[in-house]
């Protein structure tokens, strides 16, 4: 697998989200506040953070405030759920239409913002704590913010019965990633044949004859928790 470049993950932001916002625009006023795989939060709650990504993604000033405002709001848990917090209590008032257009206007300046982070800032390690833990700046504003798109028009798409848009040059690039990863973080001898259009069959070199055949969706729930772990592998990886 070619690993994808920073400008790459760039590109595949910009179609994530296109892709997120045809399906907001599909769902009705049932499904928009249909329960997610996320404890406590129905779509409308998942995308009202996506919003506040794009915003903090746009403007450092913005993501500072959000992120003083988080820890406030942590309590003891992740900083992310703080930041969470405030991203979904700041956009309570906001229709399921206001949030798809809130979503729509920032997306351009978000991938602006990610877009002109210095390469030398990409490299520098910073300690994000769960579930990143430390990493390099290009890993979360590329790799991780991309994935978290992703994740969440699949979990968008399962709360309200709706088939997500999957095609090998998009979503195969993304699950390739993420298998890659997997792999690494967990270091056994694996062959792994996930079924669907963003599939493939992946094995390490001394991969055992027998495969590990799952559906695509089911690996990627499972590699980010969503659901037990694939085994005989415990291992997650950050979205």
């Given at each position: 697998?070619?690993?994808?470049?920073?400008?790459d993950?760039?590109?595949?932001?910009?179609?994530?989200y296109?892709?997120l916002?045809?399906?907001l625009r599909?769902?009705?006023?049932?499904?928009?506040?249909?329960?997610?795989?996320?404890?406590g939060?129905?779509?409308?709650?998942?995308?009202a953070?996506l919003?506040g990504?794009g915003?903090?993604n746009?403007?450092?000033?913005?993501?500072v405030?959000q992120?003083?405002l988080g820890?406030?709001l942590a309590?003891?848990?992740?900083?992310?759920?703080?930041i969470?917090?405030?991203?979904?209590?700041?956009?309570?008032?906001?229709?399921p239409?206001?949030?798809?257009?809130?979503?729509?206007?920032v997306?351009p300046?978000?991938?602006r913002?990610?877009a002109r982070?210095?390469?030398?800032?990409?490299?520098v390690?910073?300690?994000?704590?769960?579930?990143?833990?430390?990493?390099?700046?290009?890993?979360l504003m590329?790799r991780?913010?991309?994935?978290?798109l992703?994740?969440?028009?699949?979990d968008?798409?399962?709360a309200?019965?709706?088939?997500?848009?999957?095609?090998?040059?998009?979503?195969?690039?993304l699950?390739?990633?993420v298998?890659?990863?997997?792999?690494?973080?967990?270091?056994t001898?694996?062959?792994l044949?996930?079924?669907?259009p963003?599939?493939g069959?992946f094995a390490?070199?001394?991969?055992?004859?027998?495969?590990?055949?799952l559906?695509?969706?089911?690996f990627?729930?499972s590699?980010?928790?969503?659901?037990p772990?694939?085994p005989?592998f415990?291992?997650?990886v950050?979205?």
């Amino acid at each position: 697998m070619t690993v994808p470049t920073y400008d790459d993950w760039m590109a595949l932001s910009r179609t994530e989200y296109d892709r997120l916002l045809a399906l907001l625009r599909g769902l009705d006023d049932e499904q928009w506040y249909a329960d997610t795989v996320c404890p406590g939060w129905g779509v409308r709650e998942m995308v009202a953070p996506l919003v506040g990504a794009g915003e903090s993604n746009a403007s450092i000033r913005e993501a500072v405030r959000q992120t003083r405002l988080g820890r406030g709001l942590a309590q003891g848990r992740d900083l992310v759920d703080g930041i969470n917090d405030v991203q979904v209590r700041e956009r309570t008032e906001l229709s399921p239409t206001q949030l798809v257009d809130a979503l729509a206007e920032v997306a351009p300046r978000a991938l602006r913002g990610r877009a002109r982070v210095p390469r030398a800032l990409r490299a520098v390690q910073v300690p994000f704590g769960p579930p990143v833990g430390t990493a390099s700046v290009g890993y979360l504003m590329g790799r991780i913010y991309t994935r978290d798109l992703w994740m969440h028009r699949l979990d968008i798409a399962a709360a309200t019965g709706t088939q997500p848009l999957l095609t090998a040059d998009h979503d195969g690039v993304l699950v390739a990633d993420v298998v890659a990863e997997w792999a690494g973080r967990h270091g056994t001898p694996y062959r792994l044949e996930l079924i669907g259009p963003a599939g493939g069959t992946f094995a390490s070199p001394d991969a055992p004859d027998d495969a590990i055949v799952l559906d695509t969706e089911q690996f990627v729930a499972s590699a980010s928790g969503r659901e037990p772990a694939v085994p005989p592998f415990a291992t997650t990886v950050p979205f």
